[in-house]
């Protein structure tokens, strides 16, 4: 159980252009998701918190203008890359939470975003 | 606040040999601990956590950590490692009222042949 998936695993844009990155729970409903995104050989940077049916709260230096998640459902979570430069080029994963007061993460397998 | 430091950003160890990976954490009080382990491209494993249940928790894979409140540490271990342990692990501390989670740098496992 606490299956989460990814789509796509990996995208390739011009940039300029906009990608979006979908999260889904498979096995349970997730109130929460949580955004990371990863340098090559950094750690995971949590970029927001994304809640069903509200606001995503972002963390600072995050632009919520350019990094837009939408969380409408239970079991879905979008990202959505707005005006892609090479700079957000990154590894980007998303987690979830099965119940509200488990604060364990169950993690997706990660997109790979290049923006040439 | 919560921290934790995984006192080694490289370890390597040969194939069929104990794994030791250390994580130290800081608290005034005792913390929910997870490992989790990241190969190579890939999304996050969780390996084990602790929530105070038991202090020694088992994990996937055979393997399984420590939870000592003395030494205030969490070390992974595993008896014999096999060439798929090589990846990135990471040590992570999430207390009651933070749904967050903060990463620190990992630990590198290289398994030699």
């Known amino acids: 159980g606490a299956v989460v998936s990814q789509h796509p695993s990996w995208v390739i844009c011009k940039s300029g252009t906009s990608v979006k990155i979908e999260c889904r729970s498979l096995?349970?409903?997730?109130?929460?998701m949580f955004w990371y995104r990863q340098f090559p050989k950094q750690s995971l940077m949590l970029m927001a918190t994304?809640?069903?049916?509200?606001?995503?709260?972002?963390e600072q230096g995050v632009e919520k203008d350019k990094f837009l998640i939408n969380h409408a459902s239970l079991t879905l979570s979008t990202l959505t890359v707005t005006s892609a430069h090479p700079e957000d080029s990154s590894f980007y994963i998303c987690?979830?939470?099965?119940?509200?007061?488990?604060?364990?993460?169950?993690f997706g397998p990660g997109t790979r975003l290049l923006v040439l | 606040a919560q921290s934790v430091t995984q006192l080694d950003s490289h370890v390597s160890v040969s194939e069929g040999t104990p794994v030791l990976l250390r994580c130290n954490y800081s608290?005034?009080?005792?913390?929910?601990l997870f490992w989790y382990v990241q190969h190579p491209n890939k999304g996050l494993q969780l390996l084990l956590k602790?929530?105070?249940?038991?202090?020694l928790v088992k994990g996937i894979n055979g393997f399984e950590a420590e939870f000592k409140k003395s030494e205030t540490s969490f070390h992974l271990t595993k008896p014999s490692a096999h060439m798929s342990d090589a990846a990135e692990y990471f040590c992570?501390?999430?207390?009651?009222?933070?749904?967050?989670?903060?990463f620190g740098t990992g630990t590198r496992l290289t398994i030699i042949p």
């Open positions: 987690s979830a939470r099965n119940h509200p007061g488990e604060r364990t993460q169950y």
């Open positions: 096995d349970f409903q997730a109130t929460t």
């Open positions: 994304s809640n069903e049916g509200s606001k995503a709260t972002y």
């Open positions: 608290s005034s009080y005792s913390p929910s």
């Open positions: 602790y929530t105070s249940a038991a202090t």
């Open positions: 992570v501390p999430s207390h009651f009222g933070n749904e967050k989670l903060t």
